[in-house]
């Protein structure tokens, strides 16, 4: 492949915060529909879930900020992110042109997972994704076939279950797998300016992260607990060879795709 | 195209009522996974939405055997149909090692529909579909990739809203479509052995229709009312290309993808 020069990609991640509200979401989905060239989105959706689940009599169990998945639990997450969640953002897509295709990670077999073990907590129906099992072949024909790839997070077992998988994880999981094919940049939309020394002032964006300043900011102990596994994932896509990651809000991160003036940009 | 001969396609179509049954639906998919060469699968799925409905206060209300589709129904048969029973049935297809990829009409734009004009009867959010609106291109690019289709039976209007169909309409409006790229064997799978001369007797199955046989059959008005739809878009799909239509049980029209010995043949 040496002299060839790679093609873009944007891998989006973008969180329930903004799936759940309705002044954010059609800007949103109208400046992904203006991106030039090659996009994946992952979504989140947790809040519809939970108030889905309540109607349902199903308990949102939390343990560190995690869902526990139950049997109940899976079936609920199934419906709403890869049936609900997942079905309104590709209509909506498709209605101002961009030629979406939902899918979740057993869709294809693009996201083959392992059911968590069982340590000191029982996460239940959850799936651990490792980048080198990802189906990216799967992911690149879609692309060329015109179809924007939207997943909800969610994978499978590969023997018949599905798995209940953190959105920011299959993004950069997704965002390596792509690195072979792709120059990839990797995005995480949120409601916050980007990353903050200040979590309640978004003056306070740090514009650019690199491992010396990521280590200085974890001992000075400023970073707040949300923001941590962004990072973490952030960090591990750019050790495994993904171009750049841009953290930030929904609303400017998209319109900068090749300068880095909103937002976070991690290297 | 002359004399270049189109490779097979098997549309198939199965029912809630082999869907929900557990003793059935193993076996079927089991059957499918062993089709050498091109299929896509359309199922319906209509008793676990009314399950579900039931426990978040939505009532089925149905008219002449149709759903009635408000807005709490379409987001509910969106969660039931595009993600529960779609994912577990692609979950279950990788398990035994077949490439299923879950769709609704709404990705990748496949099957654009119109939502049904109120005459007497306001249906809601039920959505029509034209056979020349179907984006066949995009369904062969999948085949091509070595995924198989799998659509749950929704559609959307393309401005943003999904549209709930008919399953047997889109399975007939899909073979249509793909009539012009493939040979088209269209098969209804349900748990009947085929079109029966009397409803209660499996052994009365009537093995051939054509136009005069159903011309006579109607005026003898022996045929049950439920597969009236089911041989009305069988003939709609054999007078627009289609190469045969097969009807019958889950169990036997799968393994005889080159005779009719089982179930009803349509010509």
Not at 51 to 61: C, N
Not at 249 to 259: F, S, Y
């Amino acid at each position: 492949m040496t002299g060839t020069k790679k093609q873009s990609l944007y891998v989006i991640k973008v969180g329930g915060n903004v799936i759940d509200n309705e002044a954010l979401l059609p800007a949103f989905l109208k400046d992904l529909s203006n991106i030039q060239g090659n996009f994946i989105l992952i979504h989140g959706g947790g809040k519809i879930a939970t108030r889905i689940g309540e109607k349902l009599g199903i308990e949102a169990k939390m343990v560190d900020g995690r869902r526990i998945t139950d049997a109940q639990t899976i079936d609920l997450v199934t419906m709403v992110y890869a049936g609900l969640v997942n079905k309104q953002i590709v209509a909506k897509l498709q209605a101002i042109g961009c030629n979406a295709i939902g899918l979740s990670g057993a869709d294809g077999n693009i996201i083959p997972a392992t059911k968590r073990p069982v340590k000191t907590v029982d996460y239940g129906f959850v799936g651990d994704v490792k980048p080198e099992d990802i189906n990216a072949h799967a992911v690149k024909a879609l692309l060329d076939a015109g179809m924007n790839p939207v997943f909800s997070p969610l994978t499978h077992d590969g023997h018949g279950q599905m798995l209940n998988t953190n959105a920011d994880t299959i993004a950069s999981s997704l965002a390596i797998a792509l690195g072979e094919l792709y120059h990839v940049r990797l995005i995480y939309c949120f409601e916050k300016k980007g990353v903050l020394r200040d979590a309640n002032d978004d003056n306070t964006v740090i514009n650019l992260i690199d491992r010396p300043i990521y280590n200085q900011l974890l001992a000075d102990n400023i970073l707040f607990d949300g923001i941590l596994p962004k990072l973490e994932n952030a960090f591990a896509a750019i050790e495994s060879g993904v171009g750049e990651v841009l953290i930030g809000h929904a609303d400017d991160v998209l319109q900068n795709t090749t300068d880095a003036v909103a937002g976070t940009l991690i290297r």
